[in-house]
């Protein structure tokens, strides 16, 4: 019985709305907007290498630049989902994989964006040497490394956490892999992966002026690699020091949040209501007025008729031949294959250690130059002591974000009233790219009496708080009704339920949250660490990796990213490994 609660089509009601040839109207003008818009986002992409960028700073430019920015946004968004929906699925399923690809998965999210953007940028342009498709991908790949991790490990964290119940009644059922997949797992995955969507697109903007305004030294010669959208806009216009500009791309970076929020994301969080893991529904029903709008529209309404006539029509039965079928692919071919991918990628992977290992012997145990001061050292000491630093100034960040997001974030989820209300507060304030408030946080700083080398801290807070805030709503949004019924009849007081209810039900979706926060955190580093277009900067990893990219100043660039990496390996053993364990053994549906 269970298991037909994520059967679609058990959940999909008929919509008896009368038709309204207004909404088709505008339902129209909407597809030939959307298609205008695919026009210009094509074009813009076949356009020839331009040799001579010019960011054009008048107002009327930013609605082309925003929607070029929006649709480089939804391209990495789409990349991640699928990235998402694989990955997430067979790291859940392979256990042997798995204590590869979870690693792995948080080294990468950790990794700041700078620290693979060259490479990523000059190999798009090899392939791509005549086009701006070479930059545009770059672009959305760097996009894609700001949105995928938190997706997939919600997604993959939502797999390992179903109740054992519903896979044996999925088993005795007779369903297939695809058919669980398609029924059991993404449904009840539902919630927290448009959540964590949201959280994506929102991540994807912290590094657009990075991502769009990328310039790079190669040879001793400035190349400019900057994309028309609204992050070299906004970039520009700080280099100009136009406050009209600036004013104007903060409105229109609000108006597209607002706007994207209630066209797009609000419908889906209505919708994805239906998966709810109970077999009652709270009496407070979350509401969209997009999708109250299309149901009275006749094209949609003739658009669901015939498809479910078409579902419903029986199929012709396959003409079936005699004798054994003879398999496509014979298993000595699929060995065949297998072994040479792996050979490739063991010997493109053997070619970039010894190019690595080679940048990294280079590296001095410690520099001997007399007087020379801590940040300006290059050698394997400064980078130990760069990572304490940094290391400090992100777990702050991640507790004083959990500190807050916690209960707000439980209080949302269990209100689904004011989670309707909240939810375009918090896309803006998620979404907005944080380094555009830098200098005002930096100036409350300096006005406090704030060491910048403590206060970089709260910089961090800007781009990461909100991993966690997102994951604890989707978590306080799936308790079941029967559970806070239950708080009811034992009449549980306010303490209790928090201590006995709310906090355990959510913790799954708190460890996921707090694990993506520090991979947030430490990507945010490179640029709280030092703040854009200024010369203000503290001693720490960002910074570090920050200075040697400008100055091309390869192996501590290296050094700086494989200590990373191994300390997030280190961490990923130590604590997130083991509260993954603690969520699945105690704090799930399933323990």
């Known amino acids: 019985m269970a298991l037909v609660l994520f059967h679609t089509s058990k959940v999909r009601q008929a919509l008896k709305a009368p038709a309204s040839l207004g909404v088709d109207a505008v339902l129209l003008v909407g597809l030939a907007g959307l298609v205008a818009a695919l026009a210009v986002i094509f074009g813009q992409a076949t356009a020839p290498v331009a040799r001579q960028v010019r960011i054009d700073l008048s107002l009327w430019a930013l609605p ?30 392979n256990p042997t994989a798995e204590k590869t690809m979870l690693p792995a998965l948080d080294i990468l999210q950790s990794i700041p964006v700078l620290g693979f ?13 005549t086009r701006q498709i070479g930059l ?4 959305v790949i760097m996009i894609f490394t700001a949105q995928a991790w938190n997706m997939t490990f919600s997604f993959h964290g939502s797999l390992r956490s179903i109740p054992t119940a519903l896979r044996e009644a999925a088993a005795l059922q007779g369903l297939g892999g695809w058919q669980i997949f398609r029924l059991l797992e993404v449904p009840a995955a539902m919630i927290g992966l448009v959540w964590n969507s949201m959280m994506s697109m929102a991540g994807g903007w912290f590094f657009l002026m990075v991502n769009e305004a990328f310039q790079l030294k190669i040879n001793g010669e400035n190349r400019d690699f900057r994309l028309p959208g609204i992050g070299s806009y906004m970039s520009e216009a700080v280099t100009q020091h136009n406050r009209l500009a600036q004013v104007g791309a903060v409105v229109a970076m609000i108006l597209m949040i607002i706007i994207v929020d209630q066209v797009f994301w609000r419908p889906i969080v209505v919708w994805s209501q239906r998966f709810k893991l109970e077999d009652s529904s709270d009496a407070d029903v979350p509401h969209s007025w997009m999708m109250d709008l299309f149901k009275h529209s006749w094209l949609l309404n003739l658009l669901r008729r015939w498809l479910g006539r078409r579902r419903t029509q029986p199929s012709i039965p396959a003409v079936r031949r005699s004798g054994p079928r003879r398999p496509l692919i014979t298993p000595a071919v699929k ?7 792996m050979a490739v990628l063991a010997a493109f992977a053997a070619w970039g250690a010894v190019k690595l290992l080679i940048l990294l012997i280079h590296l001095p145990i410690r520099d001997l130059t007399p ?20 290391f400090a100034r992100t777990t702050a960040a991640v507790v004083l974000g959990a500190a807050w997001t916690l209960p707000v974030g439980i ?31 930096y100036e409350a700083l300096v006005w406090m009496h704030i ?37 009811a009849v ?34 945010a580093t490179i640029v709280s660490e030092a703040l854009l277009g200024t010369d203000v900067r503290t001693f720490g990893l960002g910074s570090m990796i920050g200075q040697t990219y400008d100055s091309g100043r390869y192996s501590l660039l290296a050094a700086a990213v494989v200590t990373m990496s191994l300390f997030v390996v280190l961490l990923n053993r130590v604590v997130w490994k083991r509260l993954y364990r603690l969520a699945e053994s105690r704090y799930s549906l399933n323990a």
């Open 64 to 93: 082309r630049y925003t929607l070029l920015s929006l649709g480089r946004g939804f391209a990495a968004y789409l990349l991640s989902l699928l990235f998402t929906l694989v990955y997430g699925t067979v790291a859940a399923h």
């Open 117 to 129: 953007l060259p490479g990523v940028v000059l190999a798009m342009i090899h392939l791509f040497p």
């Open 136 to 139: 545009e991908l770059a672009c």
């Open 335 to 341: 060995r065949i294959a297998t072994w040479l991918v």
């Open 371 to 390: 007087g020379k001061p801590l940040t300006e050292r290059e050698d394997w000491i400064a980078v130990l002591l760069a990572l304490l630093a940094s």
């Open 411 to 441: 209080l949302i989820g269990l209100a689904p009233r004011w989670s309707h209300r909240l939810q375009p507060v918090t896309q803006v304030l998620a979404s907005f790219p944080a380094p555009m408030l830098f200098p005002l946080v």
């Open 451 to 487: 060491p910048f080398g403590i206060g970089c801290a709260a910089l961090m807070l800007l781009g990461s708080q909100w991993y966690i805030l997102f994951n604890v709503v989707a978590g306080a949004s799936t308790i079941p009704a029967e559970l806070k019924e239950a708080g």
């Open 490 to 523: 034992y009449r549980m007081s306010a303490p209790q339920r928090w201590r006995r209810l709310y906090i355990p039900s959510v913790f799954p979706y708190l460890v996921t949250g707090l694990i993506t926060a520090a991979g947030g955190a430490w990507n």
